[in-house]
């Protein structure tokens, strides 16, 4: 899990742009907010640095103890689902609401013709992540030990994420609006029957 922003990084966050988002600081201070998963930099000219929505999170954060659906950063985090997923805290569908419209408004400002109904590079990057922010946006449920749901893994293959639950057809049409291609395919070892998902390019 990465470390906590330093305070000199958190006040160069604290000082984005309330609009866009973007950056100033140092040339250390950016890229290390970028290994973060903090910030981004705009591939166009002239490459300027912005946040994204985890960069956004932190920066809207109280400044009290995080919450239950929170990294010890404040950084949001995405449930993709499992036995140790918590029970969702009062302040869990707001922060998934404001997450899903942080990852459009990236998605609008990284896409080259600034679409918003497919996939951006930072979801490229960040595959499980991506994939279980869609589903719990569209009101899907994460597996936990004592409730059914989605869980979302990595898999071998290149873009790609398995989706494991009870309902994969929702799963599947949820994902495909949010720009996804999926296909439902049987393990051989196990017989379990799951979705293959990857981001659509076009």
Do not use: K
Not at 49 to 73: I, K, Q
Not at 172 to 182: I, R
């Amino acid at each position: 899990m990465a470390r906590p922003p330093t305070a000199a990084q958190r006040r160069v966050i604290e000082d984005a742009d309330p609009g866009t988002g973007r950056l100033r600081g140092t040339d250390a201070q950016l890229a290390a907010l970028v290994r973060l998963g903090l910030a981004f930099r705009h591939p166009r000219p002239p490459h300027d640095h912005f946040l994204t929505p985890a960069g956004h999170r932190l920066r809207e954060a109280e400044p009290e103890p995080a919450a239950p659906a929170a990294d010890p950063g404040g950084v949001f985090a995405a449930r993709v689902g499992g036995a140790e997923e918590p029970p969702p805290g009062p302040s869990r569908a707001r922060e998934v609401r404001d997450a899903w419209q942080g990852l459009l408004e990236l998605r609008r400002m990284t896409n080259p013709d600034s679409a918003t109904d497919r996939p951006c590079g930072w979801e490229r990057a960040h595959l499980v992540r991506a994939a279980a922010l869609a589903l719990e946006a569209a009101g899907h449920q994460p597996e936990r030990a004592d409730t059914s749901g989605y869980r979302v893994r990595a898999t071998p293959q290149p873009e790609a994420v398995a989706v494991y639950g009870p309902a994969l057809q929702p799963y599947a049409a949820t994902l495909e609006a949010a720009g996804w291609q999926c296909g439902e395919y049987t393990e051989a070892r196990t017989r379990t029957r799951h979705l293959l998902a990857s981001p659509r390019r076009v």
